[in-house]
């Protein structure tokens, strides 16, 4: 048997990863940290192979060669975090495995993508932190401004952060005080992206190219509480104006027309406003992360693992089941809930009745986490199912904590 070794994948794929991959034939073996996963997402993989979890290209190549055991089984290697695609690149490279193509790799920083589609995204720049002075040329003279500072690959909103900048300032030790603080790994030697503040609505298309045809499943809505996503619509393309919905295809055809992207999934993130929309960060190569698997599924009718085997397998050129996603017959309204918690907190457990929603614990018993808000690493489970179902099931879950029983908090 012959393994496709999966570098990095959440906690909802990762419930469904075994089926997808077996069903078409072929084992996994899985670098995850199997301590941070609890309930269904552990359960589910308690007979696959898995190994630890590598962000490092040297850390994974070292491994592979001091464990030939693991490495003569694999042919291909992927991943569903688009930060690991260099790295999943070069281990190809290295170990002769089937990987992606070069240019998910390409796409991961955002800064790239910026530079094949200037028109499509806001203003924005990239710095280092060694630089003396950060000249930010679109800033309002004699206005403050705010800005979006982000590391220039990464995903999940960890160390992004608004910064105010006051009239006529020079924005340098404002940024260089929050990239200090931003708890980012190496932040003084990341790349980092300042990028012009635009007020609208959260949205994303999902997507996929295959064999050059772009098709569109449709539009995530979500909603935010500052820097958390915390409920997620889909589909929902009937709440964006006409003019807007084609400014968000055209720049996600643009970018793949000009960077010959293919053969991989998209979830494209844009600030929707009533005329048009930015893209600000472009997901090129992986699935939507959280529900986003669940609720493709749901909407088009399908089963998670047959909507994630699609998406892992089509970059590798291993994808000969395909589903249809017919787009004329109904598609199904979906919401999940991202919940967190309103205080700092150490989880303990949930207390969930039978629902007909999909439950999953995100935070793991014991860990301590942060309020709604700080970002996406504040999730403590989610809920997704048919809108109207989870709307009113929502109410019945309790997370148990240090504090005593509360309520989840998704707005």
Not at 152 to 158: D, E, H, K, R, Y
Not at 296 to 323: D, I, K, N, T
Request: glycine share 6%; net charge negative; with cysteine.
């Amino acid at each position: 048997m012959q393994y496709i070794l999966i570098v990095g994948i959440n906690k909802i794929s990762v419930k469904y990863i075994s089926d997808a991959i077996r069903n078409a034939g072929h084992d996994l073996i899985l670098s995850i940290d199997k301590s941070a996963l609890c309930g269904d997402a552990l359960q589910t993989i308690s007979d696959v192979q898995c190994i630890p979890l590598f962000s490092d290209h040297n850390a994974l190549s070292d491994y592979l060669n001091a464990h030939p055991d693991v490495t003569q089984n694999i042919h291909s290697i992927t991943t569903f975090f688009d930060e690991l695609f260099p790295m999943v690149n070069k281990i190809a490279e290295e170990f002769n495995f089937r990987g992606p193509p070069s240019v998910f790799a390409e796409l991961a920083s955002k800064y790239a993508v910026g530079k094949i589609v200037p028109e499509h995204v806001p203003e924005e720049v990239q710095i280092s932190f060694s630089e003396d002075k950060f000249v930010l040329p679109w800033l309002k003279v004699r206005e403050n401004n705010t800005i979006i500072l982000k590391p220039a690959i990464g995903s999940g909103a960890l160390a992004t952060s608004t910064l105010h900048i006051e009239a006529d300032r020079d924005p340098t030790h404002t940024i260089k005080s929050a990239i200090i603080a931003s708890g980012a790994k190496s932040c003084e030697t990341l790349p980092w992206i300042i990028q012009e503040y635009c007020s609208g609505t959260l949205v994303s298309m999902e997507g996929f190219v295959q064999g050059g045809k772009t098709i569109y499943l449709g539009l995530s809505r979500r909603e935010r509480v500052r820097f958390t996503e915390v409920a997620n619509h889909f589909p929902n393309d009937c709440g964006i104006e006409p003019i807007v919905h084609a400014k968000i295809q055209a720049a996600i055809h643009d970018l793949v027309l000009r960077s010959g992207f293919d053969n991989g999934f998209f979830h494209c993130e844009f600030i929707a406003t009533d005329t048009t929309a930015y893209l600000i960060d472009a997901n090129m190569g992986r699935l939507g992360g959280a529900t986003i698997v669940e609720q493709v599924a749901l909407a088009y009718g399908y089963s998670p693992s047959s909507v994630l085997q699609h998406a892992a397998l089509l970059p590798l050129g291993l994808a000969e089941s395909v589903p249809a996603y017919d787009q004329a017959a109904q598609i199904n309204n979906t919401l999940s809930y991202w919940y967190g918690l309103a205080e700092e907190s150490v989880i303990r457990g949930w207390d969930v009745p039978a629902i007909s929603s999909i439950h999953t614990p995100i935070a793991s018993p014991g860990s301590r986490i942060q309020p709604v808000g700080v970002s996406d690493y504040s999730w403590v489970g989610m809920l997704t199912g048919y809108t109207d179902i989870v709307q009113q099931e929502i109410n019945l879950i309790r997370v148990k904590t240090d504090h005593g029983d509360r309520v989840p908090v998704f707005k």
